[in-house]
């Protein structure tokens, strides 16, 4: 198990469990802890980095939700695709996606002739995805849904934001965690064709 995903399963245990809330609001952090929890704050995607650049890794035959249709669709359809493929991965939960996502809604629409932007969230309950989408006006990128977070796994990202750049084959080119970077984004793309 990697440190982010053990650090997750803490904070999930502590969250749910009302006894250990109650031991942890009594008890002051201490500096190692507090640093401990940032140096995986950033591993975990909360500030930008990369990821390892590019692999052989290609989009999984997972089965998510396109929120516009409400019908599920397999991922790796969004390949053969006449562009690259940003796969921008978000949660209803993150405050960096919140920020971000406007943003990467008006990227998709700008840099349409050179790059297709796709959003895919989990981390959430099935009513928190739709109702990202309309605080966040998300309506020229297509939006798909992964409630199990299957998808997440079999592209090895532990948490969001990340962004996922795949060529016209669904070949991965580029990968990185933190904020949507649209100058990269397009340097992969381009790189991709």
């Not at 949660?91 to 002739?113: H, L, Q, W």
């Amino acid at each position: 198990m990697s440190a982010v995903w053990a650090a997750r399963l803490v904070i999930e245990m502590t969250d749910r469990d009302p006894q250990l809330r109650t031991i942890q609001r009594r008890r002051r952090p201490t500096r190692p802890t507090v640093a401990l929890l940032l140096a995986l704050a950033l591993l975990a995607g909360c500030g930008a980095g990369s990821a390892g650049g590019p692999s052989a890794r290609g989009l999984p035959a997972v089965p998510v939700e396109d929120l516009a249709t409400g019908r599920q669709v397999e991922l790796a359809g969004l390949v053969p695709a006449r562009r690259p493929v940003a796969l921008w991965l978000w949660g209803p939960g993150c405050s960096i996606c919140k920020s971000d996502a406007a943003g990467v809604d008006r990227f998709a629409t700008r840099e349409r002739g050179r790059i297709e932007v796709v959003g895919l969230g989990s981390h959430g309950s099935p009513e928190s995805a739709p109702a990202f989408v309309r605080e966040h006006n998300l309506r020229n990128m297509r939006v798909l849904w992964d409630q199990e977070s299957s998808a997440w796994d079999r592209l090895t990202v532990p948490a969001e934001p990340a962004t996922i750049v795949f060529d016209s084959s669904g070949r991965e080119v580029d990968r990185w965690f933190g904020p949507f970077d649209e100058a990269r984004a397009l340097r992969a793309a381009a790189q991709a064709t």
